[in-house]
């Protein structure tokens, strides 16, 4: 029985929650390591609600997985199930793109913007983004040497302004050279750019020579919430590159880089086998893709994972009367907890993160959670947090 935020180790991105969206100018602390694996620990317990990586294969995608596994199939892609992939991410996206399929969300951002950046280029991202926190350096590795500015703002959203005043500081030749806007959707903190907000930075990319790249490990659920068409928030918004996260919406591995610029993606091929992620059984991956991408799976599967965070941000809220810090925009709830409620939910079994010091925690919901887990969830909260401050 162990909780995700584990008293001994309350390691956090941001010193104050409030700072979040009040004070565009908060900085992370350093931190020994990524919140989100310090307190992953090895035994049993309730990961439900720890992220939207510990769920299971979706249905869909693990029976297309089993039917893929016959036979004999061309390898490195030239089978018909990774060919099935790209014509359907062109019908969804309405439009003649590149796709191609790697391992994991770190590779995808790594040689996406490798594929959009020389060694001298930079890439302005939010401080709190994934290819700033939580890759390893892989971006900088794998552009062998192109340098993360970083921005702040609410939200985890691209504050405009700062970047420009960010680029004026770089001292031409002497400094590395703005390429690309890195924006995530969702963002860290669970929340989704419109797409308004998407032509503003793009518009913002163009005035500057730069190109635009998504990190969409949760695009799903950014569609779900804003029930727009998957072309309305890409490339329609001025989107260059976008990396298509499946393993938190259903599959067990792969993500999708998609370029909507089919020149961008010239000799991308080459990059993918160099840095290792081009399968050799790749129909592997493409298979359950298929299953995502056939008859909306991928868009139910986050309608689900954003529904059931709304109701559960409002059950704890109503029931076990436990604040909730953030708007609810797709599937993360960020929630204030005292620690004696973090150590009582703890002995449950209870497995989450602490996200922000010194008391804001998240939960995530996946596309599987169901209304008991949710209901024992709520109930285990209420539980716990009678006789006790919140």
Known sequence: MICLASPKRPWARVRQANALFQDRHSRLPMTPKSISKID??????????????????????????????????????????????????????????????????????????????????????????????????????????????????????????EAATIIARQPEVHAHKPRVVSITQATEFGAVYTQDEIAAVSKFARGHEMFVHMDGARFANAVAALNCAPKAITWEAGVDVLCFGGTKNGVAAGELVIFFKKELAREFDYRQKQAGQLASKMRFLAAPWIALLTDDVWLRNAQHSNRAARKLAQRLQTEAKIEIVFPMEANAVFLRMSEQRVRDLHARGWHFYKFIEPDIYRIMCSWSVSEQEIEDLVADASCVGRGSSV
């Open 40 to 161: 992953m620990e090895n035994g049993g317990g309730r990961h439900q609600f720890a992220s939207d990586n510990t769920a299971a294969i979706c249905p869909e995608a693990l029976a297309a997985l089993q039917s893929a596994n016959i036979d004999w199939a061309p390898s490195y892609g030239d089978d018909r199930w990774t060919a099935r992939v790209r014509e359907l991410v062109r019908d969804i996206f309405e439009t003649d793109c590149e796709a191609y399929l790697v391992f994991n969300g770190t590779a995808a951002n790594a040689l996406a913007l490798a594929q959009l950046c020389q060694s001298f280029h930079s890439v302005i991202c939010h401080e709190h983004a994934h290819i700033q926190t939580d890759e390893c350096g892989a971006p900088e590795f794998f552009t062998k040497g192109a340098k993360l500015l970083l921005v702040g703002a609410a939200a985890g959203k691209i504050d405009i302004d």
